[in-house]
């Protein structure tokens, strides 16, 4: 069998053109940390998971060399799965879930992932073993601490093993257009577990365990009063512009207002939980003064950012003549979106949508430009060299139109509130969401 470390040509190819694609998914990205990443020694990355395959490309793509990841056995069902996934640096982890029987074939799968930190080449390894819809941090398995230790054992001397925690957050999950925080923390060296893990493997197999979930925790949104979720995730977005205004944060600690904005909610995630375990009793009135401020076409992220004080008109109508003027490409681009989301309406896992949307504009989008220039060239005679410049070109105008699109969902969706059948609603909304901030700020005061 190949290397699965090695880096072929097809590959390559394939990632740089999906690398190149990543970044205009979302609308804005802010990564920190990549100075933690150690270069040339055995790494094991332990991102939180969320949203199926877009976790590991938030860490493949931020990263300059290839990155080896290990993924649930049921997505490699056939000989073809198996070969792609093989291809793309994935090899399979078997749970009972799999079946009982197929728990031995996790030797082989560990002993594989080994020699790839022996060679010195990085491994991602999802530890909470399956994601969720939820903005919390599940336990850890037992898979990743098994494979750092074995790895280790088997190092030379003064060589160790890294785990870097990396924390990955977006502002909402189910199509394109969120923003995106990818944060890698402090490495923490499997060496410095080796004397107890001679003496208790179990031991130092928790303290690994604890000191991994205690680091990812810290770079992430994690809200622990599961009982409350449904109160205080939305509580935590809603009340992130007034932390924002009361607190001052600056671009220094922040480069980009998605950044402020994850920083707010993650500080006020770590206020709410105190205050749900401390039954706080304003907590209960906060909760009560944002009830109006709901509704399932957007998310709680979104609404916070809606709510703020409207566009003005002379705005709105600059962006009508934009979306003019891309309008060619946004038709161009509406085959991708409409495949992407029937097929999402097949798949309950919303967790999945987002990765689905995004493999779909993979596919489809150049495919469709395509035989858009293909028309064109043969209409204009363009010829084949001009022909190509055209298609490029149009690929870039298509990224743009896309662009545009996510930059201008919340903007058309607080235009229909605001004037629309739901403008009643909206405005008790408002009014709801004033309130609440001023009674916040007052709090954080």
């Given at each position: 069998m190949s290397d699965i470390t090695r880096r072929t040509i097809p590959y390559r190819l394939l990632h740089t053109y999906v690398k190149s694609v990543f970044p205009s998914f979302f609308r804005q990205i802010e990564v920190r940390g990549a100075e933690n990443v150690p270069s040339d020694v055995p790494v094991i990355f332990a991102p939180n998971h969320q949203c199926g395959l877009m976790d590991p490309l938030c860490v493949l793509f931020f990263q300059p060399d290839p990155v080896v990841f290990m993924a649930r056995a049921d997505i490699f069902k056939n000989e073809l799965a198996k070969r792609f996934l093989r291809f793309l640096k994935i090899t399979p982890v078997f749970r009972i879930r799999d079946g009982y029987e197929n728990?031995?074939?996790?030797?082989?799968?560990?002993?594989?992932?080994?020699?790839v930190l022996l060679k010195h080449k990085k491994l991602c390894i999802m530890p909470e073993g399956r994601h969720g819809n939820q903005r919390t941090l599940k336990p850890l398995v037992k898979g990743i601490f098994r494979i750092a230790f074995a790895a280790e054992e088997a190092l030379d001397p003064g060589q160790t093993v890294h785990i870097i925690p990396v924390g990955i957050d977006y502002s909402h999950y189910e199509h394109a257009g969120a923003d995106l925080i990818v944060q890698y923390g402090t490495p923490i060296r499997v060496c410095d577990y080796m004397d107890q893990y001679r003496e208790n493997a179990v031991q130092a197999t928790l303290k690994l365990k604890q000191d991994l979930q205690q680091a990812i925790s810290s770079l992430m949104l994690d809200i622990r009063t599961l009982d409350r979720y449904e109160e205080l995730y939305p509580l935590a977005c809603l009340s992130a512009p007034a932390y924002i205004e009361n607190q001052g944060i600056t671009p220094t600690s922040a480069r980009t207002l998605a950044g402020q904005l994850f920083d707010a909610r993650k500080a006020m995630s770590i206020r709410l939980d105190t205050m749900a375990a401390e039954q706080d009793p304003l907590l209960e009135q906060w909760t009560e003064i944002f009830k109006p401020i709901q509704g399932k076409d957007l998310f709680p992220t979104q609404w916070a950012e809606i709510l703020q004080?409207?566009?003005?008109?002379?705005?709105?109508?600059?962006?009508?003549?934009?979306?003019?003027?891309?309008?060619?490409?946004?038709?161009?681009?509406?085959?991708?979106?409409?495949?992407?989301?029937?097929?999402?309406?097949?798949?309950?896992?919303?967790?999945?949508?987002?990765?689905?949307?995004?493999?779909?504009?993979?596919?489809?989008?150049?495919?469709?430009?395509?035989?858009?220039?293909?028309?064109?060239?043969?209409?204009?005679?363009?010829?084949?060299?001009?022909?190509?410049?055209?298609?490029?070109?149009?690929?870039?105008?298509?990224?743009?139109?896309?662009?545009?699109?996510?930059?201008?969902?919340?903007?058309?969706?607080?235009?229909?509130?605001?004037?629309?059948?739901?403008?009643?609603?909206?405005?008790?909304?408002?009014?709801?969401?004033?309130?609440?901030?001023?009674?916040?700020?007052?709090?954080?005061?």
């Open positions: 728990l031995s074939k996790n030797e082989a799968q560990f002993d594989l992932a080994k020699q004080e409207p566009v003005s008109i002379a705005m709105h109508v600059f962006q009508g003549i934009i979306h003019l003027v891309l309008l060619p490409f946004s038709l161009l681009n509406a085959p991708a979106h409409l495949i992407a989301r029937k097929m999402n309406k097949a798949v309950e896992d919303k967790q999945m949508h987002t990765t689905f949307s995004f493999v779909v504009g993979l596919i489809v989008v150049p495919l469709v430009y395509l035989l858009a220039a293909i028309v064109l060239a043969d209409w204009a005679d363009l010829g084949f060299a001009r022909g190509l410049v055209s298609y490029g070109l149009m690929l870039i105008a298509a990224r743009l139109a896309e662009r545009w699109r996510q930059y201008n969902r919340l903007m058309n969706a607080r235009l229909r509130l605001r004037f629309g059948k739901d403008s009643i609603r909206f405005q008790r909304m408002q009014s709801a969401y004033k309130k609440g901030k001023r009674s916040l700020k007052k709090r954080l005061q």
